[in-house]
């Protein structure tokens, strides 16, 4: 049974359920990795903490998946953002995509378009002339009137503008999500206590720039991950993790 982290990391032990890296933004002060189900054994934890700041990790089932309405958010840099929500909840709304295109060869002016083309919604902008070219024309393609446009005309699905802003270019399809909803519930011990373990910070090393991880490794855990898979969350109390530190996490069987 391995038991270090030199031993949980290698690649000998062929019952590792997951090996993810948190790469830590700035700003947030927690980020959680999905483990899959496995089997029946218990499971270790290795977590190798780069940050400055001490983590506590906690553990979670996924129970269950209740039906949701499925949404996708359309949006352009420095411009319109459009969120839509298929109407009927369920895991088909998954299936749909939504798509930004401009017409093709217009050989005059064009008026905004939406349509569904199986299961793609296609929003054509709307284009003008200008001099020997045809180019998008800002006053139809805003983002109130592609809701509005989406809302009346394709019967199953609704949009509100996210960001006012007009949309200029063509934007690769972008797949809903959201149609199942994951139901977690945290893992807690007979009194009811959250069960999870603490990380400390890493610490400078001898070297200038480099830092000395804080490791640690919890375990075994039985029964977890369970029912449809579990989830570990790392949470900093305080000051997020610095932009760009990372934090390592091994999840294996034993």
């Given at each position: 049974?391995?038991?270090?982290?030199?031993?949980?990391?290698?690649?000998k032990?062929?019952?590792?359920?997951?090996?993810?890296?948190?790469?830590w933004?700035?700003?947030?002060?927690?980020?959680s990795?999905?483990?899959?189900?496995?089997?029946?054994?218990?499971?270790?934890?290795?977590?190798?903490?780069?940050?400055?700041?001490?983590?506590?990790?906690?553990?979670?089932?996924?129970?269950?998946?209740?039906d949701?309405?499925?949404?996708?958010?359309?949006?352009?840099?420095?411009?319109?953002?459009?969120?839509?929500?298929?109407?009927?909840?369920?895991?088909?709304?998954?299936?749909?995509?939504i798509?930004?295109?401009?017409?093709?060869?217009?050989?005059?002016?064009?008026?905004?378009?939406?349509?569904?083309?199986?299961?793609?919604?296609?929003i054509?902008l709307?284009?003008?002339?200008?001099?020997?070219?045809?180019?998008?024309?800002?006053?139809?393609?805003t983002?109130?009137?592609?809701?509005?446009?989406i809302?009346?005309?394709?019967?199953?699905?609704?949009?509100?503008?996210?960001?006012?802003?007009?949309?200029?270019k063509?934007?690769?399809?972008?797949?809903?999500?959201?149609g199942?909803?994951?139901?977690w519930g945290?893992?807690v011990?007979a009194?009811?206590?959250?069960?999870?373990?603490?990380?400390?910070?890493?610490?400078e090393?001898?070297g200038e720039?480099?830092?000395?991880?804080?490791?640690?490794?919890?375990?075994?855990v039985?029964?977890?991950?369970?029912?449809?898979?579990?989830?570990?969350?790392?949470s900093?109390?305080?000051?997020?993790?610095?932009?760009?530190?990372?934090?390592r996490v091994?999840?294996?069987?034993?």
């Amino acid at each position: 049974m391995p038991k270090t982290w030199d031993e949980i990391a290698q690649q000998k032990y062929n019952r590792r359920l997951i090996a993810a890296e948190i790469k830590w933004d700035g700003d947030k002060t927690s980020d959680s990795i999905e483990v899959p189900f496995g089997n029946m054994r218990p499971v270790l934890i290795a977590v190798d903490n780069q940050t400055p700041s001490a983590l506590t990790a906690t553990l979670e089932y996924l129970v269950t998946y209740n039906d949701g309405n499925a949404q996708a958010v359309i949006s352009e840099e420095d411009g319109g953002a459009v969120t839509v929500t298929v109407a009927e909840a369920g895991k088909e709304g998954n299936d749909y995509s939504i798509a930004v295109v401009l017409p093709e060869d217009p050989e005059a002016a064009t008026d905004l378009a939406v349509d569904l083309v199986g299961s793609v919604i296609v929003i054509t902008l709307a284009v003008k002339e200008d001099g020997e070219e045809f180019i998008p024309d800002d006053t139809k393609n805003t983002a109130t009137l592609i809701a509005a446009a989406i809302t009346n005309d394709l019967e199953g699905f609704t949009a509100e503008v996210t960001t006012a802003g007009k949309f200029t270019k063509e934007i690769a399809p972008v797949q809903f999500t959201g149609g199942l909803v994951p139901v977690w519930g945290e893992l807690v011990d007979a009194d009811g206590d959250a069960i999870g373990f603490d990380v400390a910070t890493a610490s400078e090393g001898e070297g200038e720039d480099e830092i000395e991880a804080a490791t640690a490794c919890f375990g075994p855990v039985e029964a977890w991950p369970r029912f449809y898979g579990g989830r570990l969350t790392l949470s900093a109390s305080g000051t997020p993790p610095d932009e760009d530190t990372i934090t390592r996490v091994f999840v294996q069987q034993t």
